[in-house]
């Protein structure tokens, strides 16, 4: 794989199509119908696109090519759903197909309405992004978003979808909080079937319940872990230790006479529940305002579909990126600087606050002209770095924070980043400095080996030739 350059990017098909069957499996367990919709975003890999194309997974799109790509990969438009901010192109690409779109605004509503009469399309199925949840007996205050349909405009558009109807065709209901709060979404989520009900007054048929992404992932094994380093993040930012920071960044949290003062503006790199779990736990939930009853109990006695959009979650594991380390050199605090030959774009772990040390490998290959670093300590003591990244920006750190390795690294030798293919692995990437982007490849088990193909390559016939790639 040296041959390939530094950085790759490895995903792991196969893994998404085990995650997609833990989240059916939670469908299953509340008896809904419905669909999961991979929320295409987390990751631009064909490979892993293609994969899900072979499932029964429904894929969420938020842009022109990312609708081209899903299908490009064989999605059928009714398992397409159209999310984010459109502008005509995808509007009309959405609509000539007869994907679902989730509008995210009455303007875009009536955009799409009027493409759809002006190139006389087929009505489209639309369902209606919401947004400012409140709850009667919940004292959580939603926090404002630039997306969706204020649930107070709620009447005043089933009154605008009146006068749609050779347009749009009301399909449901969606939300997506950014979010990772479970009071937060039980009542976006308790919202939602008031919002049905309401739509049914006024002589709707809605059947979709959609409840966006944000399910989360778990990067820790060892929850301890995260609970120490924070804890000394506080202690050093309050100068009651050495630093553990590049010139003391507090990600977010910072002294003021002697107080601690900000708030953490990290993801939670260790969650109890996440995932399918996170899922199940949601829908187990009461309702506040609606008898506590369960919302999976409300979601079925109305015979409503549940739509999941799960991105981060539903590409847990599936993924790392390598690269090779260039240079060793001392830097202060006694911690070594360890560059890499990637950018901080291309492992996006400190943009997305997800904090995970990266695994040692040893020695690549031979690197062209380059000796083993002089600045190497001690061989096998563990060490504290700080990792740099291959731009000529003083930001280009690839963590700024002191990671701990079991050993000083050497030129040449291999880095990996684990469980990065949720926004981590490319999400950011460019080419900044002409640097060329990373190649993707797509590995699978065949028996006891592991064999590989470049991400454009990769099909499921190739994987499966006999046909065995389906899932349920
Ligand atoms: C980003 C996004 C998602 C996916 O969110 P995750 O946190 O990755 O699960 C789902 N739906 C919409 C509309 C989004 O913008």
Redesign the pocket.
Same mark, same amino acid.
């Given at each position: 794989m040296v041959s390939l350059g530094s950085p790759l990017n490895v995903v792991l098909p196969e893994q998404l199509a085990d995650n997609l069957a833990e989240f059916s499996a939670v469908h299953r367990r509340h008896h809904l119908g419905g669909r999961v919709c991979f !929320?295409h975003?987390?990751n631009r890999s064909s490979a892993l696109v293609r994969r899900l194309s072979a499932t029964t997974g429904s894929i /969420?799109v !938020?842009s022109l090519p990312e609708l081209q790509h899903a299908l490009g990969a064989g999605f059928v438009p009714g398992r397409i759903l159209a999310?984010?901010p459109k502008n005509r192109e995808f509007l009309w690409l959405s609509a000539r197909c007869g994907a679902t779109v !989730?509008v995210d605004s009455v303007s875009e509503l009536l955009d799409l309405a009027t493409l759809v009469r002006q190139y006389e399309l087929s009505p489209v199925r639309v369902l209606l #992004?919401l947004s400012g949840f409140v709850s009667r007996a919940f004292t959580v205050t939603p926090r404002p978003s630039r $997306?969706g349909i204020p649930l107070s405009d709620l009447d005043a558009v089933a009154e605008l979808l009146d006068t749609l109807r050779d347009a749009v065709e009301l399909h449901g209901v969606a939300y997506?909080l /950014?979010s990772i709060g479970l009071a937060e979404k039980a009542i976006a989520l308790q919202s939602c079937l008031q919002a049905m009900s309401a739509l049914q007054r006024h002589g709707a048929d809605p059947r979709v319940v959609d409840i =966006? =992404? =944000? $399910? *989360?992932v778990d990067y820790l094994a060892e929850p301890a872990e995260w609970e120490r380093w924070t804890s000394d993040l506080t202690s050093a930012v309050l100068g009651k230790r050495p630093p553990i920071t590049w010139n003391g960044h507090g990600y977010g949290l910072r002294a003021e006479n002697g107080t601690l003062r900000g708030a953490l503006g990290l993801y939670p790199s260790h969650r109890a529940i996440a995932g399918p779990a996170y899922l199940d736990r949601l829908l187990a939930t009461p309702a506040p305002d609606l008898g506590d009853r369960p919302l999976s109990t409300l979601l079925l006695e109305h015979l409503h579909e549940l739509w999941t959009?799960? *991105? #981060? !979650?539903?590409v847990d594991q599936c993924g790392a990126v390598l690269t090779r380390v260039s240079e060793v050199r001392e830097g202060p605090g006694g911690h070594h600087l360890v560059r890499l030959e990637l950018n901080a774009r291309n492992i996006s772990a400190e943009e997305h606050g997800v904090l995970m040390d990266p695994v040692l490998f040893g020695s690549a290959g031979v690197v062209p002209g380059s000796a083993p670093s002089e600045a190497a300590g001690p061989p096998d003591e563990p060490c504290g770095v700080y990792l740099l990244g291959n731009l000529c920006l003083e930001t280009d750190l690839i963590t700024r924070r002191v990671v701990h390795l079991p050993r000083l690294p050497r030129v040449g030798d291999l880095l990996v980043f684990a469980n990065t293919a =949720?926004?981590l692995m490319d999400f950011s990437a460019g080419t900044p400095l002409r640097q060329p982007q990373a190649r993707t490849v797509a590995a699978w088990r065949e028996g006891e080996r592991w064999r590989w193909c470049l991400d454009e390559e990769y099909w499921p016939t190739q994987v499966f030739p006999h046909g065995t790639g389906a899932l349920e």
């Open positions: !929320a975003k987390a /969420d !938020a999310t984010g !989730a #992004r $997306f997506h /950014d =966006g =992404g =944000g $399910f *989360g959009e799960p *991105g #981060r !979650a539903l =949720g926004y």
